[in-house]
Structure formats: structure tokens, C-alpha cells
């Protein structure tokens, strides 16, 4: 029996493996209300769980973020204490009904010609620049809501993904769909064994067009982009934390995958034997899905080290998630990413850091580690923690580089690698040797940011939004413009106060979303709902829109907006395509497509 169908027969018929092994209040009091009743960074709260469908609660708690917490728990406990905080029984499924709008036959084949946003940064260096959006800067203030189309999901997950007319989206119930760019209608979904938060990579293979993502479970899918059939899946870490959350980067037949993990959740618990992941890039040969290539961001694996106070065998080194989608350089042969944070007191000297990779073999050509002793765990958040349970004794301040690094040319021919950190700090370094060239100081810095998700540049400036989400001081919010050539600033747009409708709780301005910039403008999105276009020349805001409203979907699925974070807006074809929802941490949870035109179109 599958893993949906034994979570709906225990909710059914309640005996999968015995009744619940003590009262559902009891089960999360004993379980989860000690972070959950007291979140926080990174922790939701019960209120936000409790939105969620029982359903979602299951797989986080069965093969998602939780199984490590929830390990010692039957299966029928855990669908007590999904029941218990959603309400309702889980169902056994997640997406449980085709969409309602599929497009109508004949279907043209999926095509790769025309405006187009692919993957994650527009292009293989990750600049997220549209040089042809098909809209212009005197147009962006007339934009206005085309569709919207609804998710099976209670937050969402990704950034859209524009080509050849179709938008490709992913979804925190493992959903993807193939989307008509003009109407919404539905070519096809496809549902993945987790949820899936990459952007979608389209690229033709051998003449024919396939969409490449990965997914919480660290398996990468190569479906056919006319019907959305599989071809083949393989998971790139047998870690039960692994995941895969930056966009795969294609070049020729290889696509190059990073990989996370979100070992930090299970870590606090103290029979938790932390830890053991490491980060990495991986390199697959396109048609086989075989692998080619590995580079661990840790050289050396995990190992016992010592223990902790309740007996625990403690491991290291470990961490150095790869977040963030690869930037590639094919005229180099590099390819180049950023690390996460150390998990243990083990010294590591790659995390926290920028790497450049050899294409060909993986090799590391140089490794510039800009914070040493970053260690941090989930919880591990004050003096007094220092040392405790799993916590390490050198705490750090968890500001990993959660952004892809964006490489540019200067009009002199000079390049630059640009990377921002959760501290709030932009690096330039020299992309031959990793050296810094210049760094600026734009947010006090949080482990949910400073700069959380990305930058956008064009041929002159560095766009940077300022997230400052969990900071003790400064004020949330705000946008950068840097001189690429010397990280001078160019000007700083203050953030406006936040506005959000559903209410003053979770009310940020955090601008903790990835920017877009297009010529002329900048598009950058804020916790409290609100996607803004800037001014590229003085910041002046252009045009604001709240996204944080309920909707009418072309896919006739209830939904509603809410926080802009993670990916951001995307442009191709005249049209501008946004996420709204994110709220799995801070803000407000929502689970909309938005599709904005101008009105002549």
C-alpha cells in the first residue's frame, strides 16, 4: 500500500497500525507544542499550521519537513494530530481532482521560440534581467490583473516560469502544471512525490522539449513538455532532510542541481543525532538522468565527535546547504554557487561561502569562505543556548548566502560576481580568483535576512531588496541600487509603511522576495502583500499593487493572495506573472497565480 493510500485508510478506518497512542492534545503538547506554541525564525506557529489542509500536515509530518520529529509517532498518531490541528481528516491525497479549465483540443506542441523567462535567473548568469519584456517602463503603471489560477495548496511554493507562450509553475503539494500564458487554461499537470518550490528549466533534448525540476525529497524530474510525462526521476541524496530548492541549470546535455537540506528542523531535537548532511552540486547527463559528477560543499564526511547531555552521539562537520540555483559560465567552464551555514562545532572551511566549480569534472577552482564558525541549528538563537542539547557551543548567526550569484560584465570588459548574504552584506569578488573587490553594507542582517532570496543588475546596477525580517533592530524593508563596478550606492528606497488586508498581525514590510528588473524598472515584491515597480533611475515607486486579496480563478479553485517572498515576479511577452502566499514562516499564506498585461492586450 502507498504512502497516500495507508494515511487515508488510517483516517478512515483507524487501524493502519493501532489506535492513537494517547489523547491528539496530548500527542502534539508531548510532540510539537514546545516550538510551535513558542515559534521562532524559521518555526511556524500553530495558528499558521492550522490553515494548513490535514493533508499537508500529514506529508510534512510522513515525508516532508517533520519526519524526523515525528519518527516515533504511529501512523494513526500522526493523523490524530493532523486532525487535531487542522479540524478535519486528511484525505490521503493532496491534489485530489484534475483542473476544471483544461485547454482546448487541438493542443499546439510545446515550443521554446519567442519572450521567454526561464529557470530561475533569466539566464545562466542569474542576472534576473528581462532585456525584451515586451513592456515598457511607460506602460508598467497601466498593468492590470489578467487571471488568476489557484492552487491545491494552502501556501505556494516557486516562481513562474515563461516559455514558448506556456507558464510552467510548481506548487507545496507537489502539483506542476503546464499553463497557457495568455488564458490560464490548463495543458497538463504533473504531481511529484513532494512538494516541489524550483523554478521550472525548459530545454530541448535531441529536437523535442523537456521541463527539468527538483523536489523535498531531492529527486529530479525530466518530463516531456507536451504532455507532462515522466522520463525519468532520480534522487540525488539518500538524506531523509535533503531537498532540492534552487533551479536546476542546463548547459549542452548536462543539467548541474544543487542541493539543501533542512537538517537544522530536525536537529533541536535532542535524541537527534546531528549531524550528518552536507550540501552539493551535482552534474547529470540530460538523457539518462545519470549521474556525472558530485562535489560535496564539506570534503569530508560526517564523523562521531562527541556527545551531547542526554547520551546522544553527535557527528560533524556538516551543513552548506546550496540553496539557490547555479550560476553558470561556459565561456570559463566555472560554474558558481553559495553555501549555507555550519551545523556543528566541527571546523568546515566551505560553508557560509562562494564557490567556482570546474563544468567538466566538479573539481573546486577556488572558495572564498567570507564568515568562518557560522554554526547554527533551529533554536540555537541566544547566549544561554550555547552548548545546549544539540546546540553548538560557537553559536553563529545563521546568514547563509541563500541568493545565486550574479555575474556581470563592466563596461570597461572587467567582470564581476555578485552575491548578497542573509547579514545584510553584497559581495563583488573576482569571478577568476574569488578575491572581493567590494563589499557593501545594506540591512542589519537576520537568519531571515538581510538579503533573503535574490538581487536583480542590469548593464550598470545591483538591485538588492533588504528583507531585515528577524532583525532585533533597523527597520524591515527597503531597496538598493549599487554601482556595479564599486558597490557605491546609487540610491535607497525606503520602505513603505506596511499596509496589509488581512490585518495588523505578521504585518511586515520585509522585502525578503527576489527582485526582477526590466529597463527602466524594478519590480520587488513585500511581506505585507504589495508587489511595486521602482524607478531604476531614483527609486520612486511606479506602481503598487496589493496582491493579498481573494480571487476569481480561471481554474474555478478557491483562493486568495497573501506575502510576496522567495521567488519573484517574472516578465515575458508583455505580461508579468507572481506567486502570492508564501507566509510558510512570517506573513500572511495564500495560494494564487497572478497574470497582469496592459490593457491592450
Known amino acids: 500500500m502507498g504512502l497516500l493510500a495507508l494515511v487515508a485508510f488510517a483516517a478512515q478506518a483507524g487501524t493502519s497500525d493501532g489506535p492513537p497512542t494517547a489523547d491528539p492534545a496530548q500527542l502534539y503538547a508531548r510532540n510539537c507544542a514546545a516550538c510551535h506554541d513558542h515559534p521562532t525564525q524559521r518555526i511556524p506557529a500553530r495558528a499558521v499550521i492550522a490553515r494548513h489542509s490535514p493533508d499537508e500536515v500529514m506529508q510534512s509530518l510522513t515525508g516532508g519537513l517533520m519526519r524526523a520529529q515525528a519518527a516515533g509517532l504511529s501512523m494513526n498518531d500522526r493523523v490524530a494530530v493532523a486532525t ?8 490521503g491525497h493532496l491534489a485530489p481532482t484534475p483542473e476544471q479549465n483544461r485547454c482546448p483540443a487541438p493542443l499546439a506542441p510545446a515550443a521554446d521560440s519567442g519572450p521567454n523567462w526561464n529557470g530561475w535567473g ?13 513592456l515598457s517602463a511607460a506602460q508598467v503603471p497601466h498593468l492590470k490583473l489578467k487571471w488568476a489560477f489557484g492552487y491545491r495548496a494552502t501556501y505556494v511554493y516557486g516562481q513562474p516560469t515563461i516559455v514558448g507562450g506556456r507558464v510552467y509553475v510548481t506548487s507545496s503539494s507537489g502539483r506542476v502544471y503546464s499553463l497557457d500564458a495568455r488564458s490560464g487554461c490548463t495543458h497538463w499537470t504533473f ?10 528549466s525548459v530545454v530541448r533534448v535531441n529536437g523535442a522539449l523537456r521541463v527539468v525540476f527538483g523536489d523535498d525529497s531531492s529527486f529530479l524530474y525530466l518530463l516531456d513538455a507536451d504532455h507532462g510525462r515522466l522520463l525519468w526521476k532520480r534522487r540525488l541524496d539518500p538524506h531523509p532532510s535533503a531537498r532540492i530548492t534552487g533551479a536546476p541549470a542546463i548547459q549542452g546535455a548536462r543539467v548541474f542541481v544543487p542541493v539543501s537540506s533542512l537538517e537544522e528542523l530536525s536537529a533541536p531535537t535532542p535524541t537527534y543525532e546531528c549531524c550528518k548532511f552536507r550540501g552539493s552540486i551535482a552534474a547529470l547527463d540530460i538523457l539518462s538522468g545519470r549521474v556525472l559528477w558530485r562535489t560535496y560543499t564539506i570534503s569530508q564526511p560526517a564523523r562521531p565527535y562527541a556527545r551531547n547531555s542526554t547520551g546522544t552521539q553527535l557527528y560533524g562537520p556538516a551543513g552548506g546547504s546550496v540553496w539557490s540555483a547555479p550560476t553558470l559560465d561556459p565561456e570559463h567552464g566555472l560554474l558558481y554557487v553559495g553555501t ?13 561561502s562562494i564557490l567556482a566549480l570546474r563544468m567538466s ?10 564568515r568562518p564558525k557560522d554554526n547554527y541549528i533551529v533554536g540555537c538563537d541566544t547566549p544561554a543556548s550555547a552548548g545546549q542539547g544539540n546546540c553548538p557551543h560557537a553559536l553563529g548567526p545563521d546568514v547563509d548566502f541563500g541568493t545565486s550569484p550574479i555575474l556581470r560584465t563592466l563596461s570597461n570588459g572587467e567582470r564581476v560576481l555578485i552575491s548578497g548574504e542573509k547579514s545584510g552584506r553584497v559581495y563583488g569578488l573576482d569571478p577568476a580568483s574569488g578575491k572581493e573587490r567590494w563589499h557593501a553594507q545594506l540591512g ?12 536583480a543588475a542590469d548593464g550598470e546596477s545591483l538591485y538588492a531588496p533588504v528583507s531585515d525580517a528577524a532583525a532585533v533592530q533597523g527597520r524591515p524593508g527597503g531597496l538598493v541600487a549599487l554601482r556595479l563596478a564599486d558597490g557605491r550606492q546609487r540610491w535607497r528606497a525606503a520602505p513603505p509603511p506596511a499596509v496589509c488586508s488581512w490585518g495588523p498581525n505578521n504585518c511586515l514590510a520585509a522585502q525578503s522576495q527576489a527582485a526582477t528588473v526590466i529597463p527602466g524598472v524594478v519590480f520587488s515584491g513585500s511581506e505585507d502583500g504589495h508587489l511595486r515597480a521602482y524607478a531604476s533611475t531614483d527609486g520612486h515607486v511606479i506602481w503598487d499593487v496589493d496582491t493579498a486579496q481573494a480571487y476569481t480563478t480561471v481554474n474555478k479553485v478557491p483562493a486568495a493572495g497573501g506575502s510576496l517572498d522567495n521567488g519573484g515576479a517574472t516578465v515575458a511577452g508583455g505580461m508579468l506573472f507572481v506567486n502570492s502566499g508564501y507566509g510558510r514562516i512570517v506573513g500572511e499564506p495564500g495560494n494564487v497565480l497572478l497574470a497582469y498585461g496592459i490593457e491592450a492586450q
Request: glycine fraction near 12%.
Open 444 to 455: 542589519v542582517g537576520s537568519s531571515l535576512g538581510g538579503i533573503e532570496w535574490g538581487s
Open 340 to 352: 549555507g551555514n555550519s551545523y556543528t562545532d566541527v571546523p568546515t572551511d566551505r560553508t557560509d
Open 122 to 134: 533569466a539566464d545562466l548568469a542569474n542576472t534576473r534581467f528581462q532585456s525584451d519584456p515586451g
Open 361 to 370: 569534472t566538479g573539481a573546486v577552482v577556488w572558495a572564498n569562505q567570507l
Open 191 to 200: 504531481d511529484a512525490a513532494a512538494p516541489v518550490r524550483t523554478a521550472v
Open 84 to 91: 487535531y490541528l487542522t479540524g478535519k481528516a486528511p484525505l
